[in-house]
Nanobody
Framework: QVQLVESGGGLVQPGGSLRLSCAASGNIFSINAMGWYRQAPGKEREVVAGITIGGSTNYADFVKGRFTISRDNAKNTVYLQMNSLKPEDTAVYYC????????????????WGQGTLVTVSS
């Protein structure tokens, strides 16, 4: 079984920074695209940023220039560095792995973490 576990959420003042981490555990051979999503109260889940296994990145317009996604393939971990945080960034942030392959060739599709809460408030 493959699991994703997020960490790093918390309370931060406007203009502050947080770094989220998402570690994949289990019998893993490779993980292709990974990404971060978020869901604010009363709103639908939305994509924040994504990164391919080769390191190509893409961002939602509302985080460009403020957030940076990165990954460490050796550690099966993806990060989200969040700077210049705004109150509207308050949400539960979820990690996603598009496809996870085990050494035996088993494939897990759309694996999600349990989420970590980010609250931006003074």
């Amino acid at each position: 079984q493959v699991q994703l576990v997020e960490s790093g959420g918390g309370l931060v003042q406007p203009g502050g920074s947080l770094r989220l981490s998402c570690a994949a555990s289990g019998n893993i051979f490779s993980i292709n695209a990974m990404g971060w999503y978020r869901q604010a109260p009363g709103k639908e889940r939305e994509v924040v940023a994504g990164i391919t296994i080769g390191g190509s990145t893409n961002y939602a317009d509302f985080v460009k220039g403020r957030f940076t996604i990165s990954r460490d393939n050796a550690k099966n971990t993806v990060y989200l560095q969040m700077n210049s945080l705004k109150p509207e960034d308050t949400a539960v942030y979820y990690c996603n792995a598009g496809s996870v392959v085990t050494p035996t060739g088993r494939r897990y599709i759309e694996v999600w973490g349990q989420g970590t809460l980010v609250t931006v408030s003074s």
